[in-house]
T-cell receptor, first 112, second 112 residues
Framework: DQQVKQNSPSLSVQEGRISILNCDYT??????FLWYKKYPAEGPTFLIS?????DKNEDGRFTVFLNKSAKHLSLHIVPSQPGDSAVYFC???????????FGTGTRLKVLA | DTGVSQDPRHKITKRGQNVTFRCDPI?????LYWYRQTLGQGPEFLTY????????KSRLLSDRFSAERPKGSFSTLEIQRTEQGDSAMYLC??????????FGQGTRLTVV
């Protein structure tokens, strides 16, 4: 039972354009969402998070949007840079629990 | 470097051998987590410590797996009688109370 889904295994974007990575979840108890970036042979690096009381959170080039009614969130990267090329994981957690449930990741390739 | 530290980074072992991994969390972080990641998947939760108490274990953590966090500082994850299916990246993360979890660089285990 995949509670957090990233349906696009890969995405290619030209440098300077917008990258949009999507994530869907099924568990309505999830109230905190995060995005992590992962390079090969390294651990995940935290990027940005959002609580369910918000619908948008912005940090520099990264913006996360949350649509609770659709159980959908997205990560926007503007402008995309070659150094953004990595695997991006969406994760979710519920209040009172300690663990994150991760999606399967989307591999982003930013073309120079 | 004050991030989460894991040792070793890589481990190759023969099937049936025991292995032990170490994780040093960010100092002052009272929560420590172990995750496992296999190819093409997102990290999967294994277990969680709050200080020295192990509060949750995933059903993924068979009897061959044991984790400890003596004195609420570093943690060890031991796998006894390793099997080929144990080959994965083992990730440790830590957080301060319910804040964002930060991951280490992982230990890549290969069972031959």
């Amino acid at each position: 039972d995949q509670q957090v889904k990233q349906n696009s295994p890969s995405l290619s974007v030209q440098e300077g354009r917008i990258s949009i990575l999507n994530c869907d979840y099924t568990n309505s108890m999830f109230d905190y969402f995060l995005w992590y970036k992962k390079y090969p042979a390294e651990g995940p690096t935290f990027l940005i998070s959002i609580s369910s009381i918000k619908d948008k959170n912005e940090d520099g080039r990264f913006t996360v949007f949350l649509n609770k009614s659709a159980k959908h969130l997205s990560l926007h990267i503007v402008p995309s840079q070659p150094g953004d090329s990595a695997v991006y994981f969406c994760a979710a957690s519920a209040s009172g629990t300690y663990k994150y449930i991760f999606g399967t990741g989307t591999r982003l390739k930013v073309l120079a | 470097d004050t991030g989460v530290s894991q040792d070793p980074r890589h481990k190759i072992t023969k099937r049936g051998q025991n292995v032990t991994f170490r994780c040093d969390p960010i100092s002052e972080h009272n929560r420590l987590y172990w995750y496992r990641q296999t190819l093409g998947q997102g990290p999967e939760f294994l277990t969680y410590f709050q200080n020295e108490a192990q509060l949750e274990k995933s059903r993924l953590l068979s009897d061959r797996f044991s984790a400890e966090r003596p004195k609420g500082s570093f943690s060890t994850l031991e796998i006894q009688r390793t099997e080929q299916g144990d080959s994965a990246m083992y990730l440790c993360a830590s957080s301060l109370r319910s804040s964002v979890a930060f991951f280490g660089q992982g230990t890549r285990l290969t069972v031959v």
